[in-house]
Nanobody, 117 residues
């Protein structure tokens, strides 16, 4: 099972991007799916997560601008990012936990988001 993140790019302040994370390989489904980000010189941080039942948690600093969603049938997760700021510049990674054992984790390869001033 592999996760493939896409949708990153270069955007100006105030712009929007929609990140997608698709799954390849045979999978029955995932439990919690999440987006993390890692800025240069910083630790990876959790941005947003969503349960299989679509209960979402979003980092306070982006709560009014970022929205997470998922498609259980497609085992995909999305992150809509609006009103982007330079501090949102980072590599964004999707993450998923096994539906059968939440200690089993899957990571996507990361997609670069750069917000220019």
């Amino acid at each position: 099972v592999q996760l493939q993140a896409s949708g990153g790019g270069l955007v100006q302040i105030g712009g929007s991007l929609r990140l997608s994370c698709a799954t390849s390989g045979s999978v029955s489904g995932f439990g919690t799916m999440s987006w993390y980000r890692q800025a240069p010189g910083e630790q990876r941080e959790l941005v947003a997560s969503i349960s299989r039942g679509h209960a979402a948690n979003v980092k306070d600093s982006v709560k009014d601008r970022f929205f997470i969603s998922r498609d259980n049938a497609e085992a995909s997760v999305y992150l809509q990012m609006n009103n982007l700021r330079p501090e949102d510049t980072a590599v964004y990674y999707c993450h998923a936990r096994s539906i059968y054992n939440d200690r089993i984790n899957y990571w996507g390869q990361g997609t670069q988001v750069t917000v220019s001033s």
